[in-house]
């Protein structure tokens, strides 16, 4: 155990938290523990002649035949303690102290516990045997050699802990062996009093240690500073300059020659305004204002003028003042100067950033929005009309990932050229943000000069963009899309026409880009619709407004319910019921897609939970949740708490979901499956490359797109082709789902061609959960009796090959 541990552990219960250094570092450490040493060593020679002095005292009113042998030997202790305190005080005093270790704190703790046991001593050898004067003397001794060593000692809380509660242990030792017991409740007093004195003795430390720390602060504060300033004085580029009554420079300063690039002999005596002239044939308006000040002996402040440094031209800043001698004779200016050339350049450098993309040099979007506010004013003045067109790469974002960002970057100033080149010297074009830009045209007969100007611009598009790559040249293909709004009349707000142009943007987009749409009125319409759907979706989530469906997968050959699909719906108070056609999109594109889909899954395995037996429920997947982290925790957790068998849960996908070219979507996919859980290819058939994705991920099972169903054994393409689709997965081992299923003669023909299951109306519309067990029984039975479609032509369906 650590010598000062007790000490320590006593104080905290009795007076709170002990000084802490934790969060100083060692240097800092070793500095205070030296100054709480040396505020009580520079004491050293007034605290030893006042213990030499009572210990003379004390012998000489004590000395006996009983007493003699202790005070000779009690004597000696306190003449060597005090010979060992003057000794280190001398030798502390004439080589001073940088630092403490914690050792030598524990070294001065010892020294002021020798202390304390000497003194604790005499009232434990000397109370009890005296008369009732002497014990009034050694008690009035005692109280003072222990509040003045608690007082001296204050700034070591430890030392001054441990010298105070053992001297004051031998007094009251002293005290309870004399026998007498009014003594008792001296003793009483003196430890209520010693408490009394400890915490003032630890008070009084802390606030020496948030002195110090205070002081520690100050003095590295004063040290950032002095080499703050010594690095200003060594690196300023600052100078004073002096002329004489004729404008002659005199007195000049080293810096002020090496700033001119010349030595102090080729400066002094010369005129001021020849040699820091730029002697161009054209001087600035600020140096004809310096000549005037000069000449009519003014001051002046912050005069910016050229000056020619040898062979480059830089910027000073001048200031100063005339000065006249006693009689009140011009003598004179005085002044200082500044080369100021870099703080120029980054100025004029932070306006160019604060005005103009870094990337492509085009406006940026704040100076864009200055421009055509300016140039729409004009317009309405003349009653003439504008255009605003805003282009948008498409699939950009796939390019910058593929590739790198600097790749993007080359491609996307390579697009500003391309723009650029389509518009004319009249035209605004901006680089608005990110992949997209914009362009305001004028002076253009509208709106068919824009149309024009979009048609070009997307036909700008259909060539390639050659960037560098590592060195090699490499050819990209991308697309735009073009949104364009015209402006004519009072119809000439920016705002309202960026808002325009973006909302026409966002049409192009949706009609799968590399088009343009010109603005019209249903948009505007559209935009508060989604936005008053994405305020109705956050309402309804929170509100629990949503409702299940469930629509039942039918085996065709047992005829048998095997399962079912879950469907959103969303009955809104304010809409009515909402179509997830409209719905499902805002919510991917909000991202609430993504508490949607885990609030689906969880009630459609907690309903599925109630089915019969081997009964699996299918629910489909947004591309957006495979961008969340917890899309797979969200189904290991739903799974468990409702006791579904993993093997019962189908997780519906479309195509889209490889779109991004993301190894980390078929790496959830591949966990997922790895968990149990039946992966299945929805929408197969109408992507762009069906087949490339059965071969990049083994589907548990494809769903054929309703979109093949409505024709089949009506049309012979449409049936070849569900012919060729069921033997592809055959041989790839997926089980098939036909959706959209809505008469029996589509059922037979499909049971007749080797479909495993069917999904549609001819069955039954999606159901709430309670309305599902009657369907579970019966299956497919209650088709039988009759078709609630019309019947329709049948083709022959051809035999397999």
């Given at each position: 155990?650590?010598?000062?541990?007790?000490?320590v552990?006593?104080s905290?219960?009795?007076?709170?938290?002990?000084?802490?250094?934790?969060?100083?570092?060692?240097?800092?450490?070793?500095?205070?523990?030296?100054?709480?040493?040396?505020?009580?060593?520079?004491?050293?020679?007034?605290?030893?002649?006042i213990?030499?002095?009572?210990?003379i005292?004390?012998?000489?009113l004590?000395?006996?035949?009983?007493?003699?042998?202790?005070?000779?030997?009690?004597?000696?202790?306190?003449?060597?303690?005090?010979?060992?305190?003057?000794?280190?005080?001398?030798?502390?005093?004439?080589?001073?102290?940088?630092?403490?270790?914690?050792?030598?704190?524990?070294?001065?703790?010892?020294?002021?516990?020798?202390?304390?046991?000497?003194w604790?001593?005499?009232?434990?050898?000397?109370?009890g045997?005296?008369?009732?004067?002497?014990?009034?003397f050694?008690?009035?001794?005692?109280?003072?050699?222990?509040?003045?060593?608690?007082?001296?000692?204050?700034?070591?809380?430890?030392?001054?802990?441990?010298?105070?509660?053992?001297?004051?242990?031998?007094?009251?030792?002293?005290?309870?062996?004399?026998?007498?017991?009014s003594?008792?409740?001296?003793?009483?007093?003196?430890?209520i009093?010693?408490?009394?004195?400890?915490?003032?003795?630890?008070?009084?430390?802390?606030?020496?240690?948030?002195?110090?720390?205070?002081?520690?602060?100050?003095?590295?504060?004063?040290?950032?500073?002095?080499?703050?300033?010594?690095?200003?004085?060594?690196?300023?580029?600052?100078?004073l300059?002096?002329?004489?009554?004729?404008?002659?420079?005199?007195?000049?300063?080293?810096r002020?020659?090496?700033?001119?690039?010349?030595?102090?002999?080729?400066?002094?005596?010369?005129?001021?305004?020849?040699?820091?002239?730029?002697?161009s044939?054209?001087?600035?308006?600020?140096?004809?204002?310096?000549?005037?000040?000069?000449?009519?002996?003014?001051?002046?402040?912050?005069?910016?003028?050229?000056?020619?440094?040898?062979?480059?031209?830089?910027?000073?800043?001048?200031?100063?003042?005339?000065?006249f001698?006693?009689?009140?004779?011009?003598t004179?200016?005085?002044?200082v100067?500044?080369?100021?050339?870099?703080?120029?350049?980054?100025?004029?450098?932070?306006?160019?950033?604060?005005?103009?993309?870094v990337?492509t040099?085009?406006?940026?979007?704040?100076?864009?929005?200055?421009?055509?506010?300016?140039?729409?004013?004009?317009c309405?003045?003349?009653?003439?009309?504008?255009?605003?067109?805003?282009?948008?790469?498409?699939?950009?974002?796939?390019?910058?990932?593929?590739?790198?960002?600097?790749?993007?970057?080359?491609?996307?100033?390579?697009?500003g050229?391309?723009?650029?080149?389509?518009?004319?010297?009249?035209?605004?074009?901006?680089?608005?943000?990110?992949?997209?830009?914009?362009v305001?045209?004028?002076d253009?007969?509208?709106?068919?000069?824009?149309?024009?100007?979009?048609?070009?611009?997307?036909?700008?598009?259909?060539?390639?963009?050659?960037?560098?790559?590592?060195?090699?040249?490499?050819?990209?293909?991308?697309?735009?899309?073009?949104?364009?709004?015209?402006?004519?009349?009072?119809?000439?707000?920016?705002?309202?026409?960026?808002?325009r142009?973006?909302?026409?943007?966002?049409?192009?987009?949706?009609?799968h880009?590399?088009?343009?749409?010109?603005?019209?009125?249903?948009?505007?319409?559209?935009?508060?619709?989604?936005?008053?759907?994405?305020?109705?979706?956050?309402l309804?989530?929170?509100?629990?407004?949503?409702?299940?469906?469930?629509?039942?997968?039918?085996?065709l050959?047992?005829?048998?319910?095997?399962?079912?699909?879950?469907?959103?719906?969303?009955?809104?108070?304010?809409?009515?019921?909402?179509?997830?056609?409209?719905?499902?999109?805002?919510?991917?594109?909000?991202?609430?897609?993504?508490?949607?889909?885990?609030?689906?899954?969880?009630?459609?395995?907690?309903?599925?939970?109630?089915?019969?037996?081997?009964?699996?429920?299918?629910?489909?997947?947004?591309?957006?949740?495979?961008?969340?982290?917890?899309?797979?925790?969200?189904?290991?957790?739903?799974?468990?708490?409702?006791?579904?068998?993993?093997?019962?849960?189908?997780?519906?996908?479309?195509?889209?979901?490889?779109?991004?070219?993301?190894?980390?979507t078929?790496?959830?996919?591949?966990?997922?499956?790895?968990?149990?859980?039946?992966?299945?290819?929805?929408?197969?058939g109408?992507?762009?490359?069906?087949?490339?994705y059965?071969?990049?991920f083994?589907?548990?099972?494809?769903?054929?797109?309703?979109?093949?169903?409505?024709?089949?054994?009506?049309?012979?393409?449409?049936?070849?082709?569900?012919?060729?689709?069921?033997?592809l997965?055959?041989?790839?081992?997926?089980?098939?789902?036909?959706?959209?299923?809505?008469?029996?003669?589509?059922?037979?023909?499909?049971?007749?061609?080797?479909?495993?299951?069917?999904?549609?109306?001819?069955?039954?519309?999606?159901?709430?959960?309670?309305?599902?067990?009657?369907?579970?029984?019966?299956g497919?039975?209650?088709?039988k009796?009759?078709?609630?479609?019309?019947?329709?032509?049948?083709?022959?369906?051809?035999?397999?090959?």
């Amino acid at each position: 155990m650590r010598l000062l541990d007790p000490i320590v552990r006593l104080s905290e219960i009795l007076f709170g938290h002990w000084i802490r250094m934790d969060k100083l570092d060692e240097g800092d450490r070793r500095w205070i523990r030296a100054t709480q040493i040396g505020a009580v060593v520079q004491l050293v020679p007034l605290t030893m002649t006042i213990n030499v002095l009572n210990a003379i005292i004390v012998i000489a009113l004590f000395w006996t035949k009983d007493a003699n042998v202790f005070l000779v030997i009690w004597g000696t202790l306190i003449f060597f303690a005090a010979g060992a305190s003057v000794i280190g005080w001398s030798k502390r005093h004439k080589r001073g102290a940088n630092g403490a270790s914690a050792r030598g704190i524990k070294r001065f703790v010892t020294h002021a516990i020798f202390l304390g046991v000497i003194w604790g001593a005499v009232p434990l050898a000397l109370f009890g045997g005296a008369d009732l004067l002497h014990q009034l003397f050694l008690a009035a001794l005692m109280a003072g050699m222990i509040s003045g060593g608690a007082f001296g000692l204050s700034t070591v809380p430890a030392a001054g802990l441990a010298y105070t509660w053992i001297t004051v242990a031998g007094s009251v030792a002293g005290l309870l062996a004399s026998g007498q017991k009014s003594y008792v409740v001296v003793a009483f007093l003196l430890l209520i009093y010693t408490i009394f004195i400890s915490r003032n003795l630890i008070l009084h430390g802390n606030l020496f240690f948030d002195h110090l720390c205070s002081q520690l602060k100050l003095r590295k504060q004063g040290e950032v500073i002095g080499l703050l300033l010594r690095d200003f004085q060594e690196h300023t580029s600052d100078w004073l300059w002096e002329t004489d009554e004729s404008g002659a420079l005199n007195h000049v300063s080293e810096r002020f020659a090496n700033a001119l690039g010349k030595t102090i002999d080729e400066v002094e005596g010369a005129r001021f305004v020849d040699i820091i002239g730029d002697h161009s044939p054209q001087r600035c308006e600020q140096f004809a204002t310096l000549l005037h000040c000069m000449a009519v002996r003014s001051p002046f402040r912050d005069i910016t003028v050229p000056v020619l440094v040898g062979t480059s031209r830089r910027l000073w800043s001048l200031s100063a003042k005339p000065v006249f001698d006693k009689g009140q004779k011009f003598t004179g200016h005085r002044g200082v100067g500044a080369d100021v050339t870099d703080k120029r350049l980054a100025e004029e450098r932070i306006s160019y950033l604060a005005r103009y993309d870094v990337v492509t040099g085009l406006q940026n979007r704040e100076s864009f929005r200055e421009e055509a506010t300016r140039c729409l004013g004009e317009c309405q003045q003349s009653g003439g009309s504008a255009a605003l067109l805003f282009i948008d790469l498409d699939h950009f974002k796939s390019i910058n990932d593929t590739l790198g960002h600097h790749v993007g970057d080359d491609l996307l100033k390579a697009v500003g050229h391309r723009i650029t080149s389509c518009t004319r010297s009249r035209d605004i074009v901006c680089r608005l943000g990110g992949d997209e830009f914009a362009v305001l045209q004028l002076d253009a007969e509208q709106p068919a000069g824009a149309n024009t100007l979009a048609q070009q611009l997307i036909a700008a598009f259909t060539s390639h963009f050659t960037v560098r790559n590592c060195d090699i040249d490499i050819e990209i293909v991308i697309d735009a899309s073009v949104g364009m709004a015209i402006a004519a009349g009072e119809d000439l707000q920016t705002e309202a026409l960026m808002k325009r142009a973006d909302l026409a943007l966002y049409a192009a987009k949706a009609d799968h880009g590399g088009t343009y749409r010109s603005f019209e009125l249903y948009m505007e319409a559209s935009a508060y619709r989604r936005r008053a759907l994405e305020v109705g979706l956050r309402l309804a989530l929170d509100q629990g407004a949503f409702q299940l469906l469930f629509q039942p997968l039918v085996d065709l050959q047992s005829g048998r319910v095997v399962g079912c699909e879950a469907l959103t719906r969303w009955n809104s108070p304010e809409w009515g019921i909402v179509s997830p056609a409209e719905f499902i999109p805002v919510a991917e594109v909000t991202g609430l897609i993504i508490p949607i889909g885990e609030w689906v899954l969880r009630e459609a395995v907690t309903a599925a939970r109630q089915w019969p037996r081997g009964m699996s429920v299918a629910v489909n997947l947004s591309p957006i949740q495979f961008r969340s982290p917890r899309l797979l925790a969200t189904v290991v957790d739903a799974l468990a708490k409702s006791g579904l068998q993993p093997k019962c849960l189908e997780l519906e996908v479309t195509e889209s979901i490889f779109l991004d070219g993301s190894d980390q979507t078929v790496k959830i996919l591949r966990d997922l499956r790895t968990l149990g859980v039946r992966i299945v290819l929805d929408d197969f058939g109408t992507g762009y490359s069906s087949l490339s994705y059965l071969r990049r991920f083994p589907f548990d099972k494809i769903k054929i797109d309703k979109s093949f169903i409505d024709d089949v054994g009506m049309q012979r393409e449409s049936t070849a082709i569900i012919r060729a689709i069921l033997a592809l997965a055959g041989e790839l081992g997926m089980s098939t789902t036909a959706e959209g299923v809505e008469s029996i003669a589509q059922m037979d023909v499909l049971r007749e061609l080797g479909c495993a299951q069917i999904q549609g109306y001819v069955f039954s519309a999606a159901r709430p959960a309670r309305e599902l067990s009657r369907l579970f029984e019966h299956g497919l039975e209650r088709t039988k009796s009759s078709d609630r479609k019309r019947p329709r032509r049948r083709l022959p369906v051809p035999a397999a090959s």
